[in-house]
């Protein structure tokens, strides 16, 4: 079964400090995988797209890795603000469908001031 | 900016009511969805529309429907809320990014529905 898995499910951090989001999929064969930042009552922003053969992407203080191999892929932010505090959501999605999604349930990340 | 604007924030309904829930975007794309979020889950998408019309079913349309009369506007039917549809309701527009040709969803700001 197709699945995304996000660890850990919620994260507090300190202003300024850097923290590592993980996300596991078991879905095949694999066409791509993004991270989205959801803003409380707010819709998903993009953040990045990795195809296979991409093994690391930055925007900005994010930066995403993707191991195609183990399935893995995370979301590093560095020297993290307050406007960081959101939940962040890993998508994969695979060959047979660029339509349908499979979409984590998302880290929840509060910056403390 | 590609705008995805839905028309209601909050609702609040009750049982057996017919609910309408519309979603209009401003930048020409030809793909549009509805997912509905709930705590602890990811999206659930519900029904996709790839052109004016023509529509597809998702994960979990039972209970829904919808219509794309024009290709700026996606609506979501409710035929008889019931209480197991509370949710989150996000509408999202794409168009293929450029170098992966993935699907680049654009959100709106969801409706939160809270049927009683």
């Known amino acids: 079964k197709n699945q995304v898995e996000q660890s850990p499910q919620s994260l507090i951090i300190l202003e300024g400090k850097n923290c590592t989001l993980q996300c596991n999929y078991t879905v095949s064969p694999f066409s791509n995988l993004r991270w989205y930042k959801q803003d409380t009552g707010r819709g998903p922003v993009s953040l990045t797209i990795?195809?296979?053969s991409e093994n690391t992407k930055s925007n900005g203080r994010y930066t995403a890795t993707l191991d195609a191999d183990t399935k893995q892929s995370s979301l590093h932010i560095t020297a993290s603000q307050l406007s960081d505090s959101a939940s962040y959501i890993c998508v994969v999605s695979g060959v047979e469908s660029n339509y349908q999604l499979i979409w984590g349930a998302g880290t929840k990340l509060i910056i403390k001031p | 900016d590609v705008k995805v604007t839905q028309s209601s924030r909050y609702l609040v309904k009750r049982t057996g009511e017919k609910v309408f829930l519309e979603c209009v975007q401003d930048?020409?794309?030809?793909?549009m969805f509805w997912y509905r979020q709930d705590p602890g889950l990811g999206l659930r998408l519900i029904y996709f529309?790839?052109?004016?019309?023509?529509?597809e079913k998702g994960d979990i349309p039972e209970g829904y429907s919808v219509s794309r009369e024009k290709k700026e506007r996606f609506s979501l039917i409710l035929e008889s809320a019931s209480t197991n549809q509370t949710s989150m309701y996000l509408c999202a527009s794409s168009l293929p990014d450029v170098r992966s040709g993935a699907n680049v969803l654009t959100f709106g700001a969801g409706s939160r529905l809270t049927v009683l």
């Open positions: 529309s790839y052109d004016v019309k023509m529509k």
């Open positions: 930048m020409d794309h030809e793909n």
């Open positions: 990795m195809t296979f």
